[in-house]
């Protein structure tokens, strides 16, 4: 079985400060991808990274950046000096290789950037 | 960018309609899913397919029907809404690895 579980319910925070959101999951496959995915009001989930289980390099995109640590089951979500335009759910994810089915995701944490 | 398509994008229509929401993709993906949202809440998977002729229940039970006739279309059909009904849902696509999706559709049962 698996199990993605996103601790922080919502976030608050005045822009321009850095905000973390975690991810911890669970899976007995050796092989796994994990997504980080973002919803803005509008509904719609955006697509945002991927790693694989065997890729731990961490990754530093623009205001982004990603933290994969597998001996903590941990794939955290980094946005540097944050904006409004950043507010919105961020969905963590999982999948196993081989199976179409099984994308898991977490319960998602509501971010908030006040201005 | 992602080219998965979901129409209507609102719908709001009185209990005991048929209703048939429509998601379309040009990536050529075989596999596709929907979701069942709630506004806010974490995502349900009622659906996928895994390619042509293929469909499979997902974790939650839902009383809504798919079909996959062609790759690139994957509609869902309620026979008889019900307020119960009442979500958002959200139509995706993948190949192997990340999945893509659309803009979804909030239906509203009254």
């Known amino acids: 079985a698996q199990k993605v579980t996103q601790a922080q319910t919502e976030i608050s925070v005045v822009e321009k400060e850095d905000v973390t959101l975690d991810c911890v999951y669970e899976t007995r496959d050796t092989t796994y991808y994990l997504f980080w995915y973002k919803q803005p009001p509008s509904g719609e989930l955006v697509f945002l990274i991927r790693r694989n289980s065997f890729d731990e390099q961490n990754e530093i995109s623009g205001r982004y950046s990603w933290n994969f640590q597998k001996s903590t089951s941990s794939f955290n979500f980094t946005i540097t000096a944050s904006q409004v335009v950043d507010s919105a759910v961020y969905f963590c994810?999982?999948?196993?290789?081989?199976?179409?089915?099984?994308?898991?995701f977490g319960s998602g944490t509501q971010l908030t950037v006040l201005p | 960018e992602a080219d998965i398509y979901q129409t209507p994008r609102y719908l709001v229509i009185g209990t005991g309609k048929k209703i048939t929401l429509e998601c379309s993709q040009t990536?050529?993906?075989?596999?596709m899913y929907w979701y069942q949202q709630d506004p806010g809440m974490e995502l349900h998977l009622i659906h996928y397919?895994?390619?042509?002729?293929?469909?499979e229940k997902g974790d939650l039970s839902s009383e809504s029907t798919v079909s996959r006739i062609r790759t690139e279309h994957f509609p869902l059909t309620l026979e008889s809404a019900r307020p119960s009904h009442t979500s958002q849902y959200l139509c995706?696509?993948?190949?192997?690895?990340?999945?893509?999706f659309g803009q979804g559709t909030r239906l509203t049962v009254v």
């Open positions: 990536m050529g993906h075989d596999k």
């Open positions: 995706a696509s993948s190949e192997n690895t990340e999945a893509f």
């Open positions: 994810a999982l999948r196993s290789s081989g199976s179409a089915r099984q994308l898991t």
């Open positions: 397919s895994y390619g042509v002729n293929s469909t």
